[in-house]
Protein backbone atom coordinates (compact mmCIF):
# COMPACT_ATOMS: atom_id res chain seq x y z
CA UNK A 1 0.00 0.00 0.00
CA UNK A 2 1.74 3.09 -1.17
CA UNK A 3 2.27 6.00 2.16
CA UNK A 4 0.03 8.93 2.18
CA UNK A 5 0.53 12.02 0.61
CA UNK A 6 0.13 14.19 3.77
CA UNK A 7 1.99 12.36 6.10
CA UNK A 8 2.00 13.66 10.08
CA UNK A 9 5.72 15.24 9.41
CA UNK A 10 4.03 17.17 6.62
CA UNK A 11 1.25 18.13 8.37
CA UNK A 12 2.81 19.40 11.26
CA UNK A 13 5.56 21.48 9.57
CA UNK A 14 2.29 23.07 7.45
CA UNK A 15 1.35 24.57 11.06
CA UNK A 16 4.22 25.75 12.08
CA UNK A 17 5.82 28.31 9.20
CA UNK A 18 8.13 31.25 10.57
CA UNK A 19 7.80 34.24 9.21
CA UNK A 20 4.55 34.61 7.67
CA UNK A 21 4.35 38.32 7.50
CA UNK A 22 5.72 40.28 3.95
CA UNK A 23 8.45 42.52 4.98
CA UNK A 24 7.84 46.46 4.50
CA UNK A 25 10.50 47.20 2.39
CA UNK A 26 12.55 44.28 1.41
CA UNK A 27 15.49 44.00 -1.20
CA UNK A 28 14.01 41.83 -3.40
CA UNK A 29 11.00 39.53 -3.26
CA UNK A 30 10.04 36.45 -5.08
CA UNK A 31 6.73 34.88 -6.04
CA UNK A 32 5.83 30.88 -7.31
CA UNK A 33 3.21 29.11 -8.24
CA UNK A 34 2.56 25.68 -8.47
CA UNK A 35 0.99 24.67 -11.69
CA UNK A 36 0.01 21.44 -10.67
CA UNK A 37 -2.35 22.84 -7.77
CA UNK A 38 -1.96 26.81 -7.98
CA UNK A 39 -0.31 27.36 -4.74
CA UNK A 40 1.11 30.48 -4.31
CA UNK A 41 4.21 31.59 -1.99
CA UNK A 42 5.40 34.72 -2.10
CA UNK A 43 9.17 35.27 -0.20
CA UNK A 44 10.51 39.07 0.91
CA UNK A 45 14.32 39.20 1.95
CA UNK A 46 16.46 41.75 3.43
CA UNK A 47 20.49 41.10 3.38
CA UNK A 48 23.08 42.23 5.83
CA UNK A 49 26.25 43.84 5.97
CA UNK A 50 27.33 40.14 5.18
CA UNK A 51 25.67 39.63 2.30
CA UNK A 52 23.31 36.96 4.11
CA UNK A 53 19.96 37.03 4.82
CA UNK A 54 18.57 39.30 7.49
CA UNK A 55 15.47 39.13 7.20
CA UNK A 56 12.70 37.05 5.66
CA UNK A 57 9.19 37.03 4.88
CA UNK A 58 6.71 34.80 3.23
CA UNK A 59 3.36 34.89 2.42
CA UNK A 60 1.73 31.62 1.90
CA UNK A 61 -1.38 30.38 -0.08
CA UNK A 62 -0.65 26.64 -0.52
CA UNK A 63 -1.27 22.96 -0.04
CA UNK A 64 -0.12 21.41 2.37
CA UNK A 65 3.00 20.46 0.66
CA UNK A 66 3.82 24.22 -0.08
CA UNK A 67 3.27 24.91 3.30
CA UNK A 68 5.77 22.26 5.03
CA UNK A 69 8.17 23.31 2.28
CA UNK A 70 7.74 27.10 3.34
CA UNK A 71 8.05 25.83 6.81
CA UNK A 72 11.75 24.40 6.19
CA UNK A 73 12.34 27.30 4.14
CA UNK A 74 11.45 29.87 6.84
CA UNK A 75 13.26 27.82 9.68
CA UNK A 76 16.70 27.19 7.42
CA UNK A 77 17.01 30.95 5.67
CA UNK A 78 18.10 33.52 7.76
CA UNK A 79 22.23 33.80 7.73
CA UNK A 80 22.05 31.72 5.00
CA UNK A 81 23.39 33.44 1.65
CA UNK A 82 21.47 34.14 -1.56
CA UNK A 83 23.26 31.05 -3.24
CA UNK A 84 23.11 28.65 -0.28
CA UNK A 85 19.13 29.29 -0.40
CA UNK A 86 19.01 28.48 -4.53
CA UNK A 87 21.08 25.67 -3.89
CA UNK A 88 18.52 24.34 -1.11
CA UNK A 89 15.92 24.34 -3.89
Known sequence: ?????????????????????????PQASVEKRSPVCGSRVTVDVMLGDDGRVAALGQEVRACALGQASASLMGRHALGRAPAELAEAR
Open 1 to 25: MPAPLYNAEILRLATEIPHQARLAA
